[in-house]
């Protein structure tokens, strides 16, 4: 026997505020909405089916009235089921009124069903609606009787509000898994604990009956005209939100949204919504906008938004929408986005001298020889040593010899002006410059540079051999095809030149050339 229709619509203000679905167990939530829906429907039995990893169809949770017992684990395999499957994802919803006629129809979709066992007939029922996130099937709930029997039009608008919950739960797991995710990060960097908050709360779709919409959600509900945009129906909740009453937005007029979204997204309003009148009962057309809250500041609103009314030709008339508070949510993923770049940079970057890194080199030395490949450029190279930098550090110790290693890097650094030019540190007291598009003579002039601009820091260096401050030597190479020879030897061709240089007197640049035919 059914319950009242005011009990019914009460039954489900209780459910968009259980506690179940804004958690992280979705099987309690599940257990919650197929009980739920048994009571509103007056069903025998409901079940709750998601897609797998693996592509099966698992019973997530299936409610027996007359038992009052729930059970689950029970899998379909999609293959066995093709035809069924093959529609789910383009279909509104399946209205089967006597199962057993249906199953033996040539088309086969339900009989593979009853033939497995999967449902129940002798005649039985079928009311099936599919679970849809961000548009996509992840899995259906279906509402069975054990004897045949007509489905009303309120009875599939019971169950697509009982199916868009089971979305509010798989929304809310997911986003409690990633505020997690973040916290984590942040303990990583040691950084102050951002306090985690669940940023969506509980949204509903509400229904077309004679009562109108139940404004029990803590997200913002409305209802607008499909031709002009205008505002029907708006809860209160928007005055938490965004701060204004329900009137302020009345008094608007048409397209009152488009006068409030960011103006960066305003077209893409405008696009979607005209969307709307082209999908079908059941489907959700959904988007992340910011809106401008009365105060004059803005916060980010996730907008789901279906079809709600028609006229007598089918045309659609009215929006049915909900619009939830994620401004929290934009923010934690603003700072794991920046924590990540964070541990880029400092992944590539040696962290005394703050230029690139040894493995920062070899990534980008490969980089630039795969131009060099295709043709599109010349590569030189430049290996610097500070000559005589043990003795520097045996006489003025390691901390002047780190002060010493910082300002030489800086000075080499900004010798090579160029911003695709890379200064590393290739290590101890040696760096490297890699010049893309660089032929000999360019090369030599920034070697020549650099070994100016290090002179002009006039660094006291007592112990040295060829001065009496900190010099460089340096060995340079160049390539213009990389036809028979590879990036080490370009290495091996200027380490000969910093042998070289060494060898002849150091504070000096030495040029070695590598070709086609010549080997390391």
């Known amino acids: 026997m059914q319950l009242p229709l005011i009990d019914r619509q009460q039954r489900l203000q209780l459910l968009s505020q259980h506690p179940s679905l804004y958690g992280s167990n979705l099987a309690a939530a599940a257990a919650t909405i197929t009980q739920t829906a048994a009571e509103v429907l007056a069903v025998d039995r409901v079940t709750l089916w998601m897609y797998t990893a693996d592509a099966q169809f698992q019973q997530i949770d299936s409610y027996r009235r007359d038992q009052d017992t729930h059970v689950a684990g029970a899998v379909i395999a999609v293959a066995d089921c093709a035809q069924y499957f093959e529609q789910l994802g383009d279909r509104s919803g399946l209205v089967v009124e006597n199962v057993a006629e249906a199953a033996s129809c040539s088309d086969g979709l339900i009989g593979v069903l009853v033939r497995q066992n999967y449902v129940l007939h002798h005649p039985g029922a079928l009311l099936e609606m599919p679970v849809r996130r961000h548009g996509k099937v992840v899995g259906a709930l279906w509402c069975e009787c054990a004897l045949a029997r ?36 942040e303990r990583q960097l040691k950084r102050e604990t951002i306090e985690r908050e669940q940023a969506e709360q509980a949204w509903q779709e509400s229904q077309r009956f004679i009562h109108g919409i139940i404004d029990a959600s803590t997200n913002i509900l409305y ?43 305003k077209a893409k309003m405008i696009l979607e919504r005209r969307k709307l009148a082209t999908i079908s009962d059941g489907e959700v057309v959904e988007n992340e906008y910011r809106f401008r809250h009365r105060q004059g500041h803005w916060r980010w609103l996730l907008c789901r938004e279906t079809i709600f009314q028609r006229d007598d030709q089918g045309n659609p008339t009215q929006i049915f929408g909900t619009a939830t508070d994620i401004t929290k949510l934009k923010r934690a993923e603003a700072n794991l986005q920046a924590f990540n770049q964070e541990l880029t940079r400092l992944a590539h970057m040696d962290g005394l001298t703050q230029v690139a890194n040894r493995r920062s080199f070899d990534d980008y030395l490969a980089k630039a020889w795969q131009n060099v490949g295709q043709g599109h450029s010349s ?24 002060e010493c290693l910082k300002r030489v890097a800086k000075t080499i650094e900004q010798s090579a002006r160029r911003s695709n030019d890379l200064v590393a540190r290739y ?14 003579l360019g090369v030599t002039r920034v070697a020549q540079e650099i070994q100016r601009q290090v002179r002009q820091l006039a660094i006291p260096h007592s112990q040295s051999q060829v001065s009496n401050q900190i010099t460089l030597s340096l060995g340079i190479s160049s390539v213009s095809s990389t036809e028979e020879v590879h990036p080490e030897m370009l290495i091996a061709a200027a380490d000969r030149g910093l042998y070289r240089a060494k060898f002849e007197g150091r504070d000096r640049c030495c040029f070695t050339e590598i070709g086609p035919h010549q080997s390391q």
């Open 150 to 185: 007509r489905w009303t039009a309120l009875d599939r608008v019971f169950v697509l509000s009982i199916a868009l919950h089971m979305t509010t739960a798989i929304e809310a797991q997911q986003q409690q898994a990633l505020l997690t995710a973040v916290k984590i990060h």
């Open 223 to 265: 209802v607008d005209s499909i031709a002009d945009g205008s505002n029907v129906y708006i809860s209160r909740w928007l005055t938490n939100v965004l701060g204004y009453e329900p009137e302020d937005l009345r008094k608007l007029g048409a397209h009152y949204l488009e006068q409030l979204v960011h103006w960066e997204e």
């Open 427 to 440: 290590g101890g007291e040696e760096f490297a410059v890699i010049l893309p598009n660089t032929h000999q």
């Open 379 to 402: 590569l030189s190279l430049i290996l610097c040593d500070i000559d005589y930098f043990k003795s520097y550090n045996d006489t003025y110790g390691h901390q002047a010899g780190d």
